[in-house]
């Protein structure tokens, strides 16, 4: 009786890794590519920009050159989340090929409560009213702040309950990592 529960299944792919599922593999390696994109791009944009800073030496265009500097600085924000996308799409990989897909009958926004980086969320775990996990952490890779609340209808689910893992709608759409607070 003791140990974690266990979410209840429901028409879910066959296998024993939820990468096994196409449908999730192919959702799974548009994720990878957007996330790459999105580093290779502001990577080079801020070399570039690095680049013409150090290249500019005319003291006729030191506006530009301070200008190019800002921007420079300001390219690093976006540079580091591209990054950090990059690094829970990793995350997502890591689980999606380790577990297989449980179904999860609800989802909720933890609301009242605040997790940094992330939004707070419950995973129902049966059919009682007190049936909720511990108020988790949910981070899509590309989208921080923001909620999908078909979620809450219901969603796929791969890890364990008390620890984190990954949400997503059927077929591995908007994949969502969850992790303990």
Request: glycine share 10%.
């Amino acid at each position: 009786m003791g140990g974690p529960p266990v979410l209840q299944s429901a028409s879910l792919p066959a296998g024993t890794r939820a990468l096994d599922d196409p449908e999730t593999r192919s959702a799974h390696l548009a994720a990878w590519r957007r996330g790459l994109v999105r580093l290779v791009t502001w990577t080079v944009v801020w070399l570039l920009l690095t680049l013409a800073v150090i290249l500019i030496d005319d003291r006729d265009l030191e506006t530009v050159r301070a200008v190019l500097l800002l921007l420079m600085f300001a390219g690093l924000r976006p540079l580091a989340l591209a990054s950090l996308s990059l690094q829970t799409v990793r995350a997502i990989d890591t689980t999606l090929g380790d577990r297989p897909w449980q179904y999860c009958p609800a989802v909720r926004r933890a609301r009242g409560t605040r997790t940094r980086g992330g939004i707070p969320v419950q995973l129902r775990t049966g059919d009682g009213p007190d049936d909720w996990t511990p108020v988790m952490k949910a981070r899509a890779p590309f989208r921080w702040r923001r909620w999908t609340a078909e979620l809450e209808n219901g969603a796929w689910f791969a890890g364990d309950v008390e620890r984190g893992g990954v949400l997503a709608l059927p077929g591995g759409r908007a994949m969502t990592l969850v992790t303990a607070k």
